[in-house]
Nanobody, 117 residues
């Protein structure tokens, strides 16, 4: 499965973006998926993580502003980002995992989000 992330760009503080991560195949068998980000000079960090039957987990810094969702029919996962702040600037990566046998772990190529006035 290949993942294509898109939707990044330049946005002013307070603005919104919706990131998409389209898979080349069905995502129905993936039970865990998430979005991560990496700013220059920092380690990649978890932004939002979803486990089937386990709900979503969000980084404290994005709680109440970001929302994870998935559309199995479109083989796509999303990250809705509202009230964006300059500190949200980073490259955002999607990740799809199947944690049961046979396990898989796929990463998208990343999409740049820049929040600046």
């Amino acid at each position: 499965v290949q993942l294509q992330a898109s939707g990044g760009g330049l946005v002013q503080p307070g603005g919104s973006l919706r990131l998409s991560c389209a898979a080349s195949g069905s995502i129905r068998s993936f039970d865990a998926m998430g979005w991560y980000r990496q700013a220059p000079g920092t380690q990649r960090e978890l932004v939002a993580y979803s486990v089937i039957g386990g709900g979503e987990t969000y980084a404290d810094s994005v709680k109440g502003r970001f929302t994870f969702s998935r559309d199995n029919a479109k083989n796509t996962v999303y990250l809705q980002m509202n009230s964006l702040k300059p500190e949200d600037t980073a490259v955002y990566y999607c990740r799809l995992r199947r944690t049961y046998y046979p396990s898989y772990d796929f990463w998208g190529q990343g999409t740049q989000v820049t929040v600046s006035s």
